[in-house]
């Protein structure tokens, strides 16, 4: 019996999902054990509100929390708290004081955090109070269950199986977003299918949005702005059109009878082939406001994009500015424009859209992407951080020194009824959410920005370490080290000073600088952006060019006009610049560029190297992962340099510096590769 | 109509023949310019012979001497000079003395040479006197077209065109031979058809040994020993069958009525599957006797391979030795034993072969491999000239101190009727001769060491640079440099620290450590001959394994059969060592060869840049093509390196060490690779 009992559980321990799980990466950042009954006997944990959220709260408490007692108190009168709360020593346990219920979940999970990186608590005093009001992600499902842009597996959102047969992944994606803060999920594609809106798919719908809503989490549509026409019978969709706004007005009604706390619509209107108002030669304000209209009784929003740009002469850059500045104080007050970080589209770097700040009375929110379309799909490693602090951090002096984006957004220089920010998601079916294990650092990353853009990329990456491999001191600097070196080398090997777009066509994966399309958009073309040619290279935007640098307040349109004060980040960005010119670094572009491509390359190879030092602190199964596609990074990171420099090379007309390690490509044999990679799940 | 003629002259410089040869390589070394009618008028050019060679000699120098006066003497009591010549200052002009018209032709070139590098020959007295009397080529040419082990496209014997068609490529082959002092060559593969002796076929020999004739060059067949059977309808091919030698007597009277100054046969006997005296209960002796006997009285020569192995339990490597040492002095005066320069096949490192020396009452020869069985083909830069001299400028301690394989193939130790080197052939129809335009210089070296073996590689490759690029000095110098790097780092990025035959089955082109097939011949499996395991690599060829040491003649059984004492060089060839063997540069076996094979990784990159140097320097058609092959030789130095770290770290289970350039593949996907490369032409 003994030994049938032995094998029973060598069996068990065999078996046992969780014991698996540890190296899956699929726990995220929340690796916590669960407490034993006995731990769970010398401890209290106590709230005062019932709450479902407030629930949710003591429950995590309850199966992880192995530190002194914890009492979780509401105090209605903390307005100023918001969804914030403050955890303090009370000299025998720990309270957790909060104005709603959210904030004692909020306040559970950093009291979990810290159990995680093993702080001290006694003593601990601390308020942490959220910058947005809105942290939202933005999911590009679409109801076929592919994901644009997505490179994590096919969608966690099984439309086929809901309302009926609910996925146990869909609480631990609730559970993940709260732990970090996020409060709002946008859950389908901006190029949005009508039919999200028909009834059966509003129950699919209600059936996410009620497994979020003790998490916190508010549930908002991408709206198809032809929904009126396609799936409501009405002759148009024209927003002046009274059928119009009555049948927006019925189905809003629908929905917040189905799904009470819905948050609102986020709108991709007349951009890249998608309808909008402007199909009825109505403005964008037209469109938003009808639809504010619709949702202001319930207190929704209307997130409306302004990735606007269309195939004219003018600077791509620009169009975004140049259409909604003449809307500004149109707009409805639950109106927020969303603007994505740059004025072209999530590249490794770019300068900050100008639109932020532009707008003096409209509200404004930031939309990153944290998938990384541009940026190596799930193969490369990049922590993201970096990229959204740049653009958070980034001074548009529109109202004075020091009118940073984050400012603008957050309700400190603009007041808004609500601030927000969002980021486009990069998670998919894979058993680790993100198809790279170091890309679940960039989910982490928004969400804890989102909650604090005051958090150095350097903090939070400390902390995601800590709770996702080892709190073992050497272990998080060396794996910080990897983090914060990687965006650099990113933008080193893809697109250095201020290069930007010369991806390959479509997929953005690979280099495809000599891209080209007969009868194609040109400002789908990399040569739009790049501009090479006999002369030099790079996107002339100051006043001899586009002028697009006038879209900057002082003195930035004179810092990015100026040849000898633009950074040399976005050189090329803003300046058609000659192969000879002298940068700062005594070296002539040409020369500088060669060396950044290649600085690229020896950064990924160092990448390796501080990976593979790790290969004993880390579980096997995640080290090798991630080892593997560090490979792929190195081997493409390669292919990048090879293929610019040996196409810009054509223009220049001048060696490579010999000191650089050679191409090892041939450009006609790079020219040919063409990647089946249309569809990315 | 100055206008037409102007454009007539246009048209003659563009398309002239002569001015595009100038950068396709197809003019080899041979880069002289032809003399105007005027420049010819300034000089004289006498002969005191008028034998077709030494017209020949007349002839070239009509059409590309530059210099003074040249008188070509012949001096029939010189006869030390053998094949030699003395080239003497006469105060006026040149004087070429020789006891043989082929003296005149090699002195002749010699002049030309001298002219190319730009030399002063006032004054000039110098002597040469060939140290081998027969300085052959093996072609591995097929009667089909093709070529074993042949990688610059298919046969230049156009087997079908002859006799009656005549390439003009037969003469120029034969005068770049000529040019370096080659005066034979085996026109067909050692796995010979039987056809080859048919009498049609022999008309096809005739006629290219017609066009060698002029040029001193002498034609030898590679035969078949099952000959009399299969095209002679003998009813065996026993070797002491009456009937046998009589058909081999007949045949032999047939060549040289076809071909007066046929050279001898080169045969491979029992071996690989070859048939041979063996098969009937015979020695070799008595097979090479027997065609010895055929041939004596036209002054023939047998060519007979030492390259025998069977697939027993012994050791491979000891197998030649084992079955020619106890024949010795069993051959008759006119059979050569021809020696590969290793004990195995052809590696990128092996010491020397222990028969050389062991055979004391035998005539021995050297076999090089010119062509890149092993070497990368003609995709890698591989200077062999280091590679022929190792082997030469060994010690076989078989007469002493000094008792070099030079010495010993030479006369100089061991008195022969005649000497000989010979070489297997890397010529093909390509353009460039050899594929790869630098493995021009390793015909070139092979050349000029059958000539003198005293030259020093980079005497060599000063000469051969200056003759075939340019004599500028930084020039000559830099590319000296690249040549002399390259065999030590096919060695580290291939096969480090004594490895061997750990390449890719039967195409022996990529690496495979972990080849295997079912059912395959052990001694063609790569794990045959590293055999790593849990403990260390490598062959044991020491007392305790297979003794193979002990056929090396004092002190160097002791020397290499000492694991203390063994060459670093050697020491996987020798021992079987563990991974933590401590070597002498301090670090253990495993971090040395990782060391090693990242070594060969960053010098193949060096030997890019410096070829990039070079870009404005060489004509930018050869820069281009040497510049492509050496991208394919860096992709497949990472490729080697990966594949042999990646395979054998899973039985040293120690990491690479961190500072070195980590893996780009995964093992698995190396394994994956089986490249189409069967038939190489």
């Known amino acids: 019996m003994l030994s049938n009992k032995l094998q029973l559980f060598l069996c068990c321990i065999l078996l046992s999902p969780l014991v698996l799980a540890a190296a899956d ?17 010398r401890r209290q944990i ?28 509401i105090d209605k009168k903390k307005r100023e708290y918001g969804e914030g709360y403050q955890i303090k020593w009370t000299g025998s ?38 910058a947005y009001d809105i942290r939202i992600l933005n999911h590009w499902d679409n109801l076929d269950g592919t994901i644009e842009r997505g490179y994590a597996g096919r969608s966690l959102w099984k439309w086929l199986e809901l309302p009926t047969q609910i996925s146990p992944r869909y609480a631990a994606y609730a559970r993940a977003n709260a732990s970090i803060g996020i409060n709002a999920v946008v859950l389908n594609n901006v190029n949005a299918s009508p039919d999200i809106l028909r009834p059966d798919y509003l129950l699919k719908v209600k059936a996410l949005a009620d497994i979020f809503r003790p998490y916190g989490i508010q549930v908002y549509l991408s709206i198809n702005f032809s929904s009126p026409k396609i799936i409501g019978g009405v002759k148009d969709s024209d927003p002046l059109n009274p059928d119009v706004s009555t049948w927006w007005k019925n189905k809003v009604k629908e929905i917040y009878r189905t799904i009470p706390d819905f948050g609102g619509f986020l709108v991709k209107a007349n951009s890249e082939g998608q309808p909008g108002p402007q199909d009825y030669g109505r403005t964008h304000a037209d469109g938003a406001n009808m639809l504010a209209d619709a949702l202001k009784p319930y207190d929704g929003l209307v997130m ?9 002469t003018e600077d791509r850059a620009k169009q975004a500015y140049q259409e909604f500045v003449p809307l500004d104080g149109k707009f409805s007050e639950n109106v927020i424009i969303q603007i994505k970080n740059g004025p072209i589209d999530f590249q490794p770097r770019e300068p900050f859209n100008p639109l932020f700040g532009a707008l003096r009375k409209s509200s404004e929110m930031v939309e990153f992407q944290i998938t990384q379309e541009y940026l190596g799909f799930s193969n490369h490693l990049v922590y993201l951080a970096p990229l959204f602090k740049e653009t958070l951090d980034s001074d548009t002096y529109s109202d004075g020194k020091g009118s940073t984006i984050a400012k603008l957004t957050d309700g400190t220089l603009r007041p808004a009824k609500k601030t927000a920010i969002s980021a486009v998601a990069n998670i998919g079916e894979d058993t680790n959410w993100t198809g790279h294990h170091f890309a679940q650092a960039n989910w982490y990353a928004f969400g804890r920005l989102a909650w604090d853009h005051q958090l150095s990329s350097e903090q939070i990456a400390e902390e995601w370490i800590s709770l996702t491999f080892s709190r073992e001191e050497q272990l998080v600097h060396a794996v910080k080290e990897i983090m914060m070196t990687s965006r650099e080398a990113v933008v080193n090997y893809m697109m250095p000073l201020g290069l930007h777009h010369i991806f390959a066509f479509d997929h953005h994966y690979g280099p495809e600088p000599w891209g080209d399309r007969k009868g194609g958009r040109a400002d789908w073309m990399p040569w739009y952006y790049h501009n090479a040619d006999t002369v030099g290279m790079g996107f002339d935007r100051t006043a001899s060019g586009s002028d697009a640098v006038s879209q900057y307040f002082p003195p930035l349109d004179e810092i990015y006009g100026d040849i000898t004060s633009c950074p040399d980040s976005l050189l090329l960005w803003f300046h058609h610049v000659s192969w000879t010119h002298r940068m700062k670094s005594g070296r002539t572009m040409w020369e500088e560029l060669c060396y950044r491509y290649d600085a690229g390359v020896q950064q990924v190879r160092e990448l390796q190297k501080a990976w593979d030092r790790l290969e004993h602190q880390v579980d096997s199964q995640r080290f090798a992962a991630v080892q593997s596609k560090l490979k792929i990074q190195a081997k493409d990171a390669v292919w990048w340099k ?4 040996l196409y810009f090379k054509t223009f220049a007309r001048q060696p490579i510096p010999y000191d650089i390690e050679r191409p090892v490509h041939e450009l006609e044999d790079l020219k040919k590769i063409k990647l ?6």
Chains 1, 2 share one sequence.
């Open 46 to 73: 106590r709230s005062t509100s019932s709450g479902p959220v407030a629930l949710m709260a003591k429950a995590e408490l309850d199966d992880y929390w192995r530190g002194p007692a914890v009492e979780l108190v």
């Open 93 to 130: 346990g720990l309270q957790i004081l909060a104005q709603q219920d959210r904030g004692l979940l909020y306040g559970a999970y950093h009291l979990l955090r810290l159990q995680g990186e093993g702080k001290d608590l006694r003593g601990v005093d601390l308020t942490e109070i959220p």
């Open 304 to 312: 409306w994009r302004a990735f606007v740009y269309n195939p004219t």
């Open 676 to 681: 089946n990679l249309i569809h990315h799940n």
């Open 642 to 645: 090879d293929a610019c420099l």
């Open 25 to 41: 990466g699929s726990q995220l950042w929340l690796r916590y054990d669960k407490v034993t009954a006995a731990e769970a006997g």
